[in-house]
T-cell receptor, first 112, second 116 residues
Framework: SQQGEEDPQALSIQEGENATMNCSYK?????LQWYRQNSGRGLVHLIL?????REKHSGRLRVTLDTSKKSSSLLITASRAADTASYFC????????????FGTGTLLAVQP | GAVVSQHPSWVICKSGTSVKIECRSL??????MFWYRQFPKQSLMLMAT?????????EQGVEKDKFLINHASLTLSTLTVTSAHPEDSSFYIC????????????FGPGTRLTVT
């Protein structure tokens, strides 16, 4: 399967704590993207990191990319109850197709 | 920002019937659209890549005769689930790539299909 792996599968933390999710993938990539999905809803694009970038920030989000290990991490700082959702990484593989292959996802629950 | 719509939002149909789901890019042209399927508590699985004016490219294991894709214009792609069965019940999500942007994909809100 081309699908990437994410860990943990599920994570429960208290409001104010940081949440870290990891993503591993298998192929060479153009970029890696992180998405959020509330239960039964569509996807919200969070951040895109290109293969030549190592770290990127957006508000309370920090993404790292290690292409040598084929892995990425998403850090959400000072979490809020509203951050409760599923988080997916998606890789845009090298080549002309630009199709996204999604990871297995991490279900984050932030307790108020 | 770029908006992608899907219609319907949800549909319930009887086994053996066909269901058409539309995916529209509302404020940009999309030469390429993608169709995903998501089962409960699982990730998105890419079903096919739809290119305007040409045949769709299906992922391994996806039956092209069962999931008919038509990308008739730069703003519309349709997915028809033919002879639907209960195991086809799923959340179907489309995304569209902006013609003017190499990387950006915009996702629709999804269509929940329930086959009884």
């Amino acid at each position: 399967s081309q699908q990437g792996e994410e860990d943990p599968q599920a994570l429960s933390i208290q409001e104010g704590e940081n949440a870290t999710m990891n993503c591993s993938y298998k192929t060479s990539i153009n970029n890696l993207q992180w998405y959020r999905q509330n239960s039964g809803r569509g996807l919200v694009h969070l951040i895109l990191i290109r293969s030549n970038e190592r770290e990127k920030h957006s508000g309370r989000l920090r993404v790292t990319l290690d292409t040598s290990k084929k892995s990425s991490s998403l850090l959400i700082t000072a979490s809020r109850a509203a951050d409760t959702a599923s988080y997916f990484c998606a890789t845009d593989a090298s080549g002309a197709t630009n199709k996204l292959i999604f990871g297995t996802g991490t279900l984050l629950a932030v307790q108020p | 920002g770029a908006v992608v719509s899907q219609h319907p939002s949800w549909v319930i149909c009887k086994s053996g019937t066909s269901v058409k789901i539309e995916c529209r890019s509302l404020d940009f042209q999309a030469t390429t659209m993608f169709w995903y399927r998501q089962f409960p508590k699982q990730s998105l699985m890419l079903m096919a890549t739809s290119n305007e004016g040409s045949k769709a490219t299906y992922e391994q294991g996806v039956e092209k005769d069962k999931f008919l894709i038509n990308h008739a214009s730069l703003t519309l792609s349709t997915l028809t689930v033919t002879s639907a069965h209960p195991e086809d019940s799923s959340f179907y999500i489309c995304s569209a790539r902006d013609f003017n942007s190499f990387y950006e994909q915009y996702f629709g809100p999804g269509t929940r299909l329930t086959v009884t």
